[in-house]
């Protein structure tokens, strides 16, 4: 069983693996971040702490992802509160305080939970949250601190600010009955950390007891849950690790629409599969079609020699061209092509060079990438209509599509001559 913990500021990396010593620690968990991970029955995905304003938040599909490969998904304290009152029926654990206020309806809001914190290996926490302030409230009035009018006072009073602005130097200027008590209080009491960590250790320690198992079965897995904006985001996030760089599903699938000689034919076979009889049913024919209509899928020469049947399957796999792959489908072999990767990283680590020397792949002459791909693809001086068609025949839209996801490509082919310009020595793959 593998464990992965996504926490910061809640609790720092120390404090997780002190509870927890073989889990694996990610920073806040951000969208496309859970379905990186490789994971299957009986591993553990423990969210505690998340983004949302720098960086969209986990969508709660990706974590029905991670559930339905059989991982066990906890969450407690801050983003993974949230999202297990929201997923709990669907088989995600909640646990702690937090989780509790969130499932009950005590409190609805995502700013309660909400800090500002710095970015780095080990996230320092700027602002406090309101659900932090509140129970070291309940832990001073407690103590004799401040009493009940108080508490229910300064509560009031730190709820009408904003949750970036939460921070401890501001809380000095805040004036409520008890205020003063209550920041003596707080000073005296440095480790009274809230709720949210209470509730991160508390989940921590359940781990460590194997007190989770994975959730039954729910009947929503038998259900079309799956949608292409989902298809989308694993093909941008989900991929494999290779040389210490991530690459992902869609970087590998490009790499072989561009690179991949028997690409056409494989993009043909699936297109015309999964169409299957659809087409034929529809009663489409290619004599319905007026001679723009043709002439936009097919080259003048295509459109006076080749016969209805390959005419209308040769439009029909340009026509369902999407810069990728369909959704849903698996174009690419099961297992990772090491060429593939090696090419793709190889790549990227050009192009990380390249722009330490303040060359972009996007500041490249789309003209030089053109030639490229017409030597490439042996086009020559074919018209441009040819350039469609081929492109067209590899899954993108036009020529123009098929330049655009080179570019990623492009400098690691013209390498020696590029470090030659740069003075250095080429990006070895």
Known sequence: MTAHVFCGPTLSRAEVLAELPAAVVHRPIRHGDALRLDVGPGDLVLIIDGVFHQSASVRHKEILVLIAAGAIVVGCSSMGALRAAELDVYGMVGVGEIYRMYKEGVTDADADVAVTHTEGAEVEQLSVAMVDLES????????????????????????????????????????????AAFRSWLAANPDARGAKRRDALAALRLAAQGAFV???????????WRTEY?????????GTDHDGRHISLLAQSQYRQIFDADYPR?????????????????GLRLEDLTTEQR?????????????????MARILVRS????????????PP?????????????A????????????????????????????????DEAPEEACDAAARDRGFRSFEGAVGVCRQFILAELGEGLWRHLGEAPVAG
């Open 334 to 346: 099961a297992e990772p092509d090491a060429a593939v990767l090696e090419g793709v990283a190889r």
């Open 136 to 179: 070291q409230l309940l832990d001073a009035q407690r103590a004799g601190a401040v009493d009940d009018t108080e508490r229910t006072a300064i509560a009031a009073v730190l709820r009408n600010v904003h949750y970036t602005e939460r921070r401890p130097r501001h809380l000095g200027v805040l004036d409520a009955p008890g205020m």
């Open 214 to 224: 994975p959730a039954e079965p729910g009947t929503w897995l038998e259900e079309e």
């Open 320 to 331: 369902a061209g999407s810069g990728a792959v369909l959704p849903g489908r698996d174009l």
């Open 230 to 238: 989902l298809a989308g985001w694993q093909d941008r996030h989900a």
């Open 348 to 379: 990227f680590a050009v192009n990380d060079r390249a722009a330490t020397h303040g060359v972009s792949v996007h500041q490249l002459d789309d003209s030089a990438v053109r030639e490229f791909l017409r030597q490439l693809w042996r086009l």
């Open 295 to 311: 002439r936009h899928w097919l080259t003048a020469a295509e459109d006076s020699s080749l016969d209805e049947a390959e005419a």
């Open 266 to 282: 494989r993009w043909r076979d699936l297109v015309l599969t999964w169409i299957g009889d659809a087409a034929a049913d529809s």
